[in-house]
């Protein structure tokens, strides 16, 4: 605590600090034909997107380290412009004016499905700074923690291994996630496993957080959030990297990567090879991950043709069950209760004693998750005249693995084995390990035809799409049996294969119709037709087809108020499909499973003035207040139940709504200290909800209806960063994080719920320079400071048990209490 209270003392007194040779450059950005402002242009500085232009064309960069650097301006039809900045303690205006025409750059192919001041939308930016800072080695949803509505938990603990989000309630099955405009999301299960690519962020130039549905998107349609990822900009000097971390739980992270930069005016290639490794907070939730990257690119005047593979492995210990709630509350009683319904052995109760919060239910020495992916993208950026260019992308995923498991004592004709005599007696349950695979392929082609006529600047427009197939076993082996019975090895004993196939096509236009106005409107339609046969595990037949067309609308409008301000509204249409577990794990004599449609009203302010010198010379003020309204029809939420692999079970509620405000803020003073904080307070509501018990003869007994709340949606959550520089090279920040109550169903039972949690971390970076290398970085990162005992996931179900009541049993994933991570990087 006392290094707490020292750190935040340090911070306090930067204010009085010189500004250690450096500080803020903004400018605006316009047409050299027309003079007529270039909103969404692209800011780069020493090839990192550090910023865009707003709608008045208006950038602003906050801090530019001392000694001379490269800034480099983009956008979409025009020629780049290169300047030289020198960083400085005074604040500088750089003002550029852009000639149509230019190189095409990467940026131009993720530049149709994202957000910009005209589209009316709420979003956040991040350039491959803002991640560099974050990036220790833990997850990417780790790294975008102190973004707005956003809520992320980790199964071992520590941000290592399987991660999740949830934006404005929603978790990642219902953020539309991709990577250079390819769908990433699981086509079936529309999850994003991030832990399939670990150290994505290495190599991430830019990303997009959009709220709500979004701009039109390839892919699973956005029902809370869309992440868009970029990895394709040229770094035009050569360069070498390493980074290395070391911390708490025997955590290791080992980066190292390099590039060509521009060969010969016309060339790049760019690599990454990453290992991290961790034990875990968890008792029993190893990770052992590893990829790499790689991309070779071309560029001339009007074409860009670029080649990417990357690829990620993971072995991970099981930690997906959680840990039963006697395991936090030591409450021997209520541990007993589940001795008795069978939920714990009497052996394992005692050893939950033992381990406490840090409980892992699993033994088996193998009992791991092991998969690897393999991404492969071709695109081409082609320009097409003064007015209109091209991007198109051909794709190809392949992904194939198994999670082993131990089962105790199976009935031998669940799996397809016949009952062994011995002698006079008949065995007809065993010991065994069984392996469940899949193994998939995912392939297609995404467009986008954009024009932006050079005579009528206002008016830009694209017409994009996409077409994908997605191919996918599920089988399951037994390589182990004690009693094998007339089992072969590696005996399979289900299979189903499922084919899905997902097109869209979309149009979208904004204009400038008057100086101070601009509409936007976006019209999607999406095609599915999903096809599932053959056997699941409990050798029930899952024969699924099931065919969607979905039509999205989407308008809005900008208002600028002039010095930086806007105000914008918009309403969009999203519409999206069950996912298989809503097929396949449905309750006996539920109604199938409905499409989800969301109706979402956005509307805000912006303010972003990068010289608010009414606040003192060389400060930079942004300010955000975004509402939103989310109205669903037969919304899909989670009942607080998983399947057998970890995921969340679903039911259809007929109306459902999400509404709020979110609140954002940054100031920043001659980069010597900055404040940025979000806020959001929201409502999370289903209206007319019908609980479902079971009484002691297993009668189905259905509640009244009622207004409440709906699971894992907290109704505040906020996000505060404190950063400073006390020293030349060195940066200081304390990053704080609120959650509010979550709970695990859909009764808002608070026994039955997530506790409001605190954390706060606190970083390091220290950088210098000697004459050998370019770089050299340490850094020191402290999770939660406070030592607080939290958990930030869970799960509920119920069933009669053995008392002849109802009873609950709750399983919560606790989240590591103070830890540390230390880094050193040498940029070459």
């Known amino acids: 605590m006392k290094t707490v209270l020292l750190a935040g003392a340090a911070l306090c007194a930067l204010a009085a600090a010189p500004a250690w040779a450096q500080g803020p450059v903004s400018g605006t950005i316009t047409d050299a034909r027309t003079g007529g402002a270039l909103p969404g242009a692209t800011i780069f500085l020493d090839g990192a997107a550090s910023g865009s232009t707003d709608a008045a064309g208006a950038f602003a960069l906050p801090a530019v380290p001392a000694g001379p650097h490269e800034l480099r301006v983009t956008f979409l039809g025009y020629e780049q412009q290169l300047r030289q900045v020198q960083g400085q303690a005074d604040a500088q205006r750089l003002n550029a004016s852009l000639t149509p025409g230019g190189v095409l750059t990467g940026e131009a192919l993720v530049t149709a499905s994202r957000a910009n001041d005209r589209t009316a939308t709420a979003y956040t930016n991040l350039g491959r700074e803002d991640l560099a800072k974050r990036n220790f080695g833990q997850d990417l949803p780790y790294l975008l923690d102190q973004t707005p509505s956003v809520v992320v938990n980790s199964d071992a603990g520590a941000g290592v291994g399987y991660t999740d989000l949830r934006i404005r309630g929603t978790s990642n099955t219902g953020i539309n996630m991709t990577i250079n405009g390819v769908p990433l999301n699981d086509p079936e299960s529309h999850g994003a496993f991030l832990v399939n690519l670990p150290d994505l962020a290495s190599s ?21 959030a869309s992440l868009n990822i970029s990895t394709l900009d040229n770094r035009r000097e050569a360069y070498a990297e390493t980074n290395n971390t070391y911390g708490s739980f025997n955590t290791w992270k080992n980066t190292v990567q390099f590039g060509t930069g521009l060969v010969n005016g016309r060339f790049t290639v760019d690599g990454r090879l990453s290992r991290i490794a961790s034990d875990g907070y968890m008792n029993r939730a190893a990770s ?22 990357f690829s990620g492995r993971e072995k991970t210990y099981q930690a997906w069950y959680g840990v039963p709630e006697p395991a936090l509350t030591g409450d021997r009683a209520q541990l007993q209760v589940y001795v008795d319904n069978g939920e714990l ?81 008949t065995i007809t349950r065993t010991d065994l390990i069984d392996r469940k695979w899949l193994d998939n392929y995912f392939y297609g082609g995404t467009f986008a035809l954009n024009y932006q006529p050079k005579a009528h600047e206002a008016f830009q427009a694209t017409l994009g799409g996409a077409w994908n197939r997605f191919n996918n076993d599920h089988y399951g082996e037994v390589i182990w049996a004690q009693y094998a019975s007339n089992g072969t090895i590696r005996h399979r004993y289900y299979f189903n294969d499922a084919t899905k196939t997902d097109y869209n096509a979309y149009a979208r ?12 409107g976006d019209v999607q339609v999406r095609h599915i037709d999903y096809a599932l046969a053959g ?165 189905r007994v259905e509640a009244a209806p009622r207004t409440t709340t709906i699971s894992y949606s907290p109704a505040v959550v906020s996000a505060h960063t404190l950063e400073g520089q006390p020293l030349k090279g060195l940066r200081a920040a304390l990053l704080y994080k609120t959650v509010s109550r979550q709970y695990l169903d859909n009764t808002a039972t608070s026994s039955r719920s997530i506790a409001p949690y605190q954390v706060l971390d606190f970083r390091l970076r220290y950088a210098l320079h000697p004459r050998f290398v ?55």
């Open 204 to 224: 991430i130039n830019s990303l997009q957080i959009q709220r709500g549905v979004g701009t039109s998107q390839n892919g699973g349609a956005a029902f809370g």
């Open 288 to 309: 052992d991950l590893k990829s790499y990257y790689f991309a070779a690119g071309y560029q001339a005047k009007n074409t860009q043709l670029k080649f990417i593979t």
């Open 345 to 425: 052995s009497a052996a394992n109760a005692a050893r939950l004693l033992q381990e406490g919060r840090r409980y892992s239910y699993f033994t088996y020495d193998n009992q791991t998750d092991n998969y690897q992916q393999n991404h492969y993208q071709l695109h081409l950026s082609q320009g097409l005249g003064a007015d209109w260019n091209l991007g198109a992308a051909l794709h190809l995923t392949r992904g194939f693995g198994y999670y082993e498991s131990f089962r105790a004592r199976r009935k031998l004709v669940n799996y397809g084995l016949q009952n062994v005599v011995i002698g006079g007696q």
């Open 509 to 520: 236009a904004t204009w400038q119709v008057l100086p101070r106005l601009g509409v936007y």
């Open 535 to 699: 056997v699941e595990d409990d050798q029930n037949d899952v024969a699924t087809r099931a065919r969607y067309t979905f039509f999205n609308p989407k308008a809005g409008a900008t208002f600028a108020l002039g010095a930086g301000q806007q105000l914008y509204a918009s309403f969009a249409v999203g519409q999206r499909e069950p996912v298989r577990s809503d097929f396949t794990d449905r309750p006996a004599g539920s109604p199938p499973a409905q499409a989800e449609r969301l109706h979402d009203f956005e509307g805000g302010y912006r303010l972003n003035r990068p010289d608010a010198a009414f606040l003192g010379a060389g400060t930079a003020l942004r300010l955000e207040a975004n509402y939103f309204y989310m109205n669903y029809r037969n919304q899909l939420v989670a009942t607080g139940q998983l399947n057998d692999v970890g995921t969340a079970l679903r039911t259809n509620v007929a109306r459902s709504y999400r509404t709020g405000v979110e609140l954002t803020g940054a100031v920043s003073a001659n980069d010597n200290i900055s404040l940025s904080s979000t806020l959001t307070l929201s409502q999370n509501r289903i209206r007319d909800y019908r609980d479902v018990t079971y009484n002691a003869d297993f009668d």
């Open 774 to 828: 370019k770089e050299i970085e340490l850094g020191l990162l402290v999770n939660n400071v406070l030592n607080r005992e939290y958990v930030a996931n869970g799960y509920t179900y119920g069933y009669v048990g053995a008392s002849g009541r109802q009873e609950n049993f709750n399983y919560y994933y606790p989240q590591a209490t103070r830890n540390f991570l230390a880094s050193v990087g040498v940029k070459f």
